[in-house]
């Protein structure tokens, strides 16, 4: 049996966050073996979000001591664009904010009020949106 996908979700306690954390523990082919959160730190991911019945505890996020296959970036549209690029060169990483929606760099103060921190990013990251099923 192969082992399961070692996942980081980075800002697990936001929404989008949460709603990962939930999907991936029900998922056979993923672990969960990090979670971060700023301000939850050393918390069980239960007390700041009750309805995950889990003792996964939550850390501070530090990027050299990120220790897995793939991280989700759950974090506040501007912030993961800062980090993405380092961690990119160590583990697959999915983004699941705005922060590489755009193909083009120049576009971002238009539509979200600030620069891009890496328009140089390469290769630039695929976007994908997937369908919705009822």
Not at 33 to 44: N, P, Y
Not at 108 to 115: A, C, I, L, S
Not at 116 to 122: G, I, L, Q, T
Request: contains cysteine; proline residues 8%; hydrophobic residues 45%.
């Amino acid at each position: 049996m192969q082992s399961p996908l070692r996942a980081a979700v980075v800002g697990a306690t936001g929404y989008t966050g949460a709603e990962l954390v939930r999907i991936l523990a029900n998922h056979p082919s993923v672990e969960v073996t990090t979670a971060t959160s700023e301000r939850f730190d050393g918390k069980s991911i239960s007390q700041p979000c009750p309805w995950l019945a889990s003792e996964l505890r939550l850390v501070r996020f530090d990027e050299a001591r990120l220790d897995a296959d793939v991280a989700f970036l759950c974090l506040p549209n501007g912030m993961a664009m800062k980090v993405a690029p380092s961690l990119s060169k160590r583990m697959k990483v999915v983004d699941l904010s705005a922060d590489f929606r755009l193909r083009d760099a120049s576009l971002y103060p238009t539509w979200y009020g600030f620069e891009h921190a890496c328009p140089s990013f390469s290769p630039w990251p695929t976007f994908g949106l997937p369908e919705v099923v009822d």
